[in-house]
């Protein structure tokens, strides 16, 4: 069975933390299913342009993230904001 991200072991996250900028684009290359053996539904882009521009992107985000350029939060509290601005949203159109 495979692990939700919830699941997924400490140091599993760390592990790839850690990677150098070269291992963390195989790694990307490997998830979005490039190598067979990792998933036989591949992600699909528009083209291979959009495929490239998302992988520059993913490389640009990280890169903030490592230069603490970028402030991340929980997911619980991500959804706790999203659920409040979505009961903000109702009481105003009701």
Do not use: C, H
């Amino acid at each position: 069975m495979t692990p939700t991200a919830d699941e997924l072991p400490a140091d599993l996250i760390e592990r790839v933390k850690q990677l150098s900028p070269a291992a963390k684009d195989k790694l990307f290359d490997l998830l979005l299913g490039k190598d067979d053996e990792i998933s036989n539904e591949p992600m699909q882009f528009a083209s291979e342009k959009v495929r490239l521009a998302w992988k520059e992107e993913i490389a640009r985000r990280i890169a903030a993230y490592q230069r603490g350029e970028v402030k991340t939060m929980p997911m619980e509290e991500v959804i706790a904001v999203l659920e409040a601005d979505q009961r903000e949203d109702e009481r105003r159109a009701g």
